[in-house]
């Protein structure tokens, strides 16, 4: 059974954007790392998730200057989290039951990654790849 952990061991780094950052800059800090979400830190602490959907909802359609507003007034505050040694199953029953494609993953109260639906199934896929060679090899006899 797969963890959070496993997942996070393929990457090498934490992104974030601080809570005072524009949202233009936020934006192209997205873009640079073509991704739909990402955490916002405040004094170290895990303070919300900005999503593409924060940027249509909460700026675009309120008419809202990308330049002079704070990421802070438009973020997702609310925010599910889960603790790295939770399975990938675990996992994805918290992104279904909290309506998010995106979970900040603790470890010891702190922030230790960002997992993304994206993540787990690509998790998955080569997991059961895995499987399917190994059943093709016992079948044949290699």
């Not at 309120?62 to 603790?83: C, K, L």
């Amino acid at each position: 059974m797969s963890l959070v952990r496993d997942i996070l061991q393929q990457r090498n780094s934490l992104f974030y954007v601080e809570e005072g950052d524009s949202v233009a800059a936020v934006v192209r800090r997205m873009a640079e790392l073509s991704v739909g979400a990402i955490m916002v830190m405040g004094s170290g602490e895990l303070r919300g998730v900005f999503s593409e959907r924060d940027l249509m909802r909460r700026v675009v359609l309120e008419g809202r200057d990308p330049e002079r507003t704070a990421v802070h007034q438009v973020m997702t505050t609310s925010v599910a989290t889960i603790d790295d040694s939770a399975t990938v199953e675990q996992a994805m029953e918290a992104m279904q039951t909290h309506g998010c494609r995106h979970l900040p993953v603790m470890r010891g109260g702190a922030v230790a990654g960002f997992l993304s639906m994206r993540d787990v199934i690509h998790h998955e896929l080569m997991q059961k790849t895995e499987e399917l060679h190994h059943m093709q090899a016992y079948i044949h006899g290699t």
